[in-house]
C-alpha cells in the first residue's frame, strides 16, 4: 500500500521553529514532486512548497519565502519543510502529496495524484 506519513508538527511559540517531515511508505520517493500544503479552519488549502523529483527545483509560496526551506533525501526516502520564524499565521494542518506529472512543477492541489494524512502546527505564545 502507498502511503505518504507527514510527521513533525506540534505547538511552538512565534518565532520558533519546527521541521515537518513527509515519509514514503511502500514506495520510493525519488521520482515524485513532493509538494506541502496547509489548511487553516474555515480556510481553503493553501500551497506552501515542492520540490522535484531531483530536488533541484522548488517553489515557495510568498508568505513563506526566506522562513521555509523544503530539502529532500533520497536515500532517506524522505522530504522535509524546515520552518523558521513561525507566525501565528502559519498555525495550520500540513499535508505533504506526492506528483509524477511532467515538470514545470506546480504549486496547486490539482498536480499531485496522492496525499499523505495531515500534522497539525500551532503557533502560539
Known amino acids: 500500500q502507498l502511503q505518504l506519513v507527514g510527521s513533525g508538527g506540534g505547538l511552538v511559540q512565534p518565532g520558533g521553529s519546527l521541521r515537518l517531515s513527509c515519509a514514503a511508505s511502500g514506495f520510493t520517493l525519488d521520482v515524485y514532486t513532493i509538494g506541502w500544503f496547509r489548511q487553516a479552519p474555515g480556510k481553503e488549502r493553501e500551497g506552501v512548497s515542492c520540490i522535484n523529483s531531483r530536488g533541484s527545483s522548488t517553489i515557495y509560496a510568498n508568505s513563506v519565502k526566506g522562513r521555509f526551506t523544503i530539502s529532500r533525501d533520497n536515500a532517506k526516502n524522505t522530504v522535509y519543510l524546515q520552518m523558521n520564524n513561525l507566525k501565528p499565521e502559519d498555525t495550520a494542518v500540513y499535508f505533504c502529496?506526492?506528483?509524477?506529472?511532467?515538470?514545470?512543477?506546480?504549486?496547486?492541489?490539482?498536480?499531485?495524484?496522492?496525499w499523505g494524512q495531515g500534522t497539525q502546527v500551532t503557533v502560539s505564545s
Open positions: 502529496a506526492a506528483s509524477l506529472r511532467f515538470e514545470p512543477i506546480l504549486l496547486t492541489p490539482e498536480y499531485y495524484d496522492f
